[in-house]
């Protein structure tokens, strides 16, 4: 099956997977979102929710 490209540039969409297991689910960041935040591989995430959304930030030990 070809891919569809992202016709909306204000956005991307994907899709939820979930996880061998069943107790977890994954979402597929984009990269270019990664090496704009100057993340890095298996690097700690904090995960909130705030009402129907999901907030992903970088994870900062306590007392720094």
Same mark, same amino acid.
């Given at each position: 099956?070809?891919? !569809? @490209? ?7 969409? !994907?899709?939820?997977? @979930?996880?061998? =297991? =069943? &107790? ?11 090496? +704009?935040? =100057?993340?890095?591989? !298996? +690097?700690?995430?904090?995960? !909130?929710?705030?009402? &129907?959304?999901?907030?992903? &930030?970088?994870?900062?030990?306590? =007392?720094?």
């Amino acid at each position: 099956m070809a891919k !569809r @490209k992202n016709t909306s540039k204000s956005r991307e969409v !994907r899709h939820l997977t @979930k996880i061998s =297991g =069943g &107790s977890s689910y994954a979402v597929v960041i984009p990269m270019d979102f990664i090496k +704009q935040l =100057g993340w890095r591989d !298996r +690097q700690k995430l904090v995960i !909130r929710k705030y009402g &129907s959304k999901v907030v992903i &930030s970088d994870w900062e030990p306590e =007392g720094e």
